[in-house]
């Protein structure tokens, strides 16, 4: 079954607007939220990443917001330009083993 | 360049043949790990290596599948008698003890004719 659910599927932005993905998990023993970034014929990019203590990270325009009640983390990203036009990906991880990745959303930023 | 390098970029293999894929990590990433993502989704688990040491391996990876690193360097993943259902991009990533920070190689795309 699906570890990390990710929504929604695909998104279209203005340019200059805020884009916001959200995934949502169901196993407490996580404790990593990494989001990753991929273009296409590429491997993914760790973009910015939170831990379960922490309720907001902010790297430049990116933002993790982490509700640990509901089970739920999104990512905003802030000023989207076109070079930001790509797929994201939320994952979580538990005790550094392997990672459980969402189905990923593909980003469109409109000039 | 000093990041997490895959070879070959792609490989085309007719269904029933062997295919061997190379993963050369980041120099000082003591764990391997070796994921497959086919088209519109996330990438999922197949094994991870800590050093030499195969710790974990996903029931997606059936006997047809191995993995090797040898001398906790450079990693191989073999798969035998290829279907056309093992057509994917096979991603290679590496991380320190920890396991957090990890970090991709652009990955080898395998179609099965």
């Known amino acids: 079954q699906q570890q990390v659910k990710q929504s929604p599927q695909s998104l279209i932005v203005q340019k200059g607007g805020i884009s916001i993905i959200n995934c949502a998990y169901e196993?407490?023993?996580?404790?990593?939220f990494p989001w990753y970034q991929q273009f296409p014929g590429k491997g993914p990019a760790l973009l910015i990443a939170?831990?379960?203590?922490?309720s907001e990270k902010k790297e430049g325009r990116f933002t993790i917001s982490f509700n640990k009640s509901a089970k739920q983390f999104s990512l905003h990203i802030m000023d989207s330009q076109p070079g930001d036009s790509a797929t994201y990906f939320c994952a979580a991880m538990i005790a550094g083993n392997q990672f459980y990745f969402g189905t990923g959303t593909s980003l469109t930023v409109i000039p | 360049d000093t990041g997490v390098s895959q070879d070959p970029r792609h490989k085309i293999t007719k269904r029933g043949q062997n295919v061997t894929f190379r993963c050369d990590p980041i120099s000082e990433h003591n764990r391997l790990y070796w994921y497959r993502q086919t088209l519109g989704q996330g990438p999922e688990f197949l094994t991870y290596f800590q050093n030499e040491a195969q710790l974990e391996k996903s029931r997606l990876l059936s006997d047809r599948f191995s993995a090797e690193r040898p001398k906790g360097s450079f990693s191989t993943l073999e798969i035998q008698r290829t279907e056309q259902g093992d057509s994917a991009m096979y991603l290679c990533a590496s991380s320190d003890r920890k396991g957090t920070e990890a970090f991709f190689g652009q990955g080898t795309r395998l179609t099965v004719v």
């Open positions: 939170i831990r379960p203590d922490v």
């Open positions: 196993n407490t023993a996580f404790d990593y």
